[in-house]
């Protein structure tokens, strides 16, 4: 029985490494390959604040701590939180390399000395790798692309931008009050292309008002404007937001599990293979919000995603033929 019990792990085990490997082009094996180990974020937070805020009072699921639930208060300095952070993680996993994560609010939404100051003080320090700005597509601008360049020559740091996009569906973006569409989100990415920085678009599969469609869809744009990388996330409702208001009262719904699950494989089968997948459900402390992951753990949901996806033989690029020209296909004999 041991031996049988011991041999079903193994298989479980090998079950789990292949599917993450076939299934989706993961985030982490990116990492290993870039830098020749595994390199861990460092989320860090600015005393910045964020445009939409100011003019309409966020987004409808924006909480007033923003997103950082990991990282230190924006009253310590950058170095501080760096070197605090990175302790712990190197104890921990014994840890060599890091990526600056300058997670929360609108981080570009800063002056340009400013700015510059707060990323030249995270390139300084050792076994940063590299530094991972998050910001809005609406602050998007050539100078600040140079500013992150010059730093990232100065310190020999790559240099990532991680743009909040969320759906394509122009109608959901205005229920949600993002206060963007989809033009901005096109000026951001082909002004970044021009600096070589790698992008990567963060989405929401679960939107209330959106469909399976828009899902597809939005892999669809993502893969033709071509992005590095996509972060998912699972639509989570924080405490003592607009979202949660419409939440408690009814007037709006979330999807189930089953139909994030669907949409989470139909999403990555429209997806270019070539695109790195950084995540596929939120994390976030249940303490702060009034809806979670249905309830359901992380790594179950993870595990639940990769079980259908291999029962529905789905995978990352299976319906990536629409580029190119796709429809000229029908005038070969033999197709493409």
Same mark, same amino acid.
């Given at each position: 029985?041991?031996?049988?019990?011991?041999?079903?792990?193994?298989?479980?085990?090998?079950?789990?490494?292949?599917?993450?490997?076939?299934?989706?082009?993961?985030?982490?094996?990116?990492?290993?390959?870039?830098?020749?180990?595994?390199?861990?974020?460092?989320?860090?937070?600015?005393?910045?604040?964020?445009?939409?805020?100011?003019?309409?009072?966020?987004?409808?699921?924006?909480?007033?701590? $923003?997103? $950082?639930?990991?990282?230190?208060?924006?009253?310590?300095?950058?170095?501080?939180?760096?070197?605090?952070?990175?302790? #712990?993680?190197?104890?921990?996993?014994?840890?060599?390399?890091?990526?600056?994560?300058?997670?929360?609010?609108?981080?570009?939404?800063?002056? #340009?000395?400013?700015?510059?100051?707060?990323?030249?003080?995270?390139?300084?320090?050792?076994?940063?790798?590299?530094?991972?700005?998050?910001?809005?597509?609406?602050?998007?601008?050539?100078?600040?692309?140079?500013?992150?360049?010059e730093i990232g020559k100065q310190y020999r740091t790559a240099v990532t931008i991680e743009l909040g996009l969320q759906t394509v569906n122009y109608h959901t973006l205005d229920s949600i009050s993002r206060g963007h569409g989809i033009a901005e989100f096109i000026d951001a990415v082909l002004t970044i292309q021009k600096y070589g920085?790698?992008?990567?678009?963060?989405?929401?599969?679960?939107?209330?008002?959106?469909?399976?469609?828009?899902?597809?869809?939005?892999?669809?744009?993502?893969?033709?404007?071509?992005?590095?990388?996509?972060?998912?996330?699972?639509?989570?409702?924080?405490?003592?937001?607009?979202?949660?208001?419409?939440?408690?009262?009814?007037?709006?719904? #979330?999807?189930?599990?089953?139909?994030?699950?669907?949409?989470?494989?139909?999403?990555?089968?429209?997806?270019?293979?070539?695109?790195?997948?950084?995540?596929?459900?939120?994390?976030?402390?249940?303490?702060?919000?009034?809806f979670s992951n249905w309830g359901t753990s992380w790594w179950k949901l993870h595990d639940e995603a990769m079980d259908y996806m291999t029962e529905h033989g789905s995978?990352? $690029?299976?319906?990536?033929?629409?580029?190119?020209?796709?429809?000229?296909?029908?005038?070969?004999?033999?197709?493409?």
């Amino acid at each position: 029985m041991k031996v049988v019990f011991a041999f079903t792990i193994i298989l479980y085990a090998e079950k789990v490494i292949m599917s993450e490997k076939i299934l989706y082009n993961k985030y982490s094996d990116y990492l290993k390959q870039r830098y020749g180990e595994k390199v861990y974020k460092l989320p860090i937070n600015l005393p910045v604040t964020c445009p939409n805020r100011m003019d309409g009072g966020g987004c409808t699921f924006c909480a007033e701590a $923003g997103t $950082g639930f990991e990282a230190m208060h924006s009253s310590v300095s950058v170095k501080d939180q760096i070197m605090q952070t990175k302790l #712990l993680i190197a104890r921990r996993y014994h840890a060599k390399k890091y990526i600056a994560y300058f997670q929360n609010y609108t981080n570009t939404f800063l002056p #340009l000395d400013v700015f510059y100051r707060y990323i030249k003080e995270a390139a300084e320090i050792e076994d940063i790798v590299e530094i991972s700005v998050s910001t809005r597509p609406d602050c998007i601008r050539g100078d600040y692309m140079e500013a992150l360049r010059e730093i990232g020559k100065q310190y020999r740091t790559a240099v990532t931008i991680e743009l909040g996009l969320q759906t394509v569906n122009y109608h959901t973006l205005d229920s949600i009050s993002r206060g963007h569409g989809i033009a901005e989100f096109i000026d951001a990415v082909l002004t970044i292309q021009k600096y070589g920085f790698p992008i990567c678009a963060h989405v929401i599969l679960n939107l209330p008002g959106d469909t399976m469609r828009d899902s597809n869809e939005t892999a669809r744009f993502l893969s033709a404007l071509r992005v590095n990388i996509v972060k998912l996330h699972s639509l989570y409702v924080p405490k003592n937001t607009r979202l949660s208001e419409a939440y408690e009262n009814g007037t709006i719904t #979330l999807c189930s599990k089953e139909e994030y699950i669907r949409r989470l494989a139909g999403f990555l089968e429209y997806l270019s293979p070539d695109i790195i997948v950084e995540r596929l459900f939120s994390r976030v402390p249940e303490e702060e919000a009034v809806f979670s992951n249905w309830g359901t753990s992380w790594w179950k949901l993870h595990d639940e995603a990769m079980d259908y996806m291999t029962e529905h033989g789905s995978y990352q $690029g299976r319906r990536f033929q629409y580029l190119n020209g796709a429809a000229l296909c029908k005038l070969e004999s033999g197709g493409c």
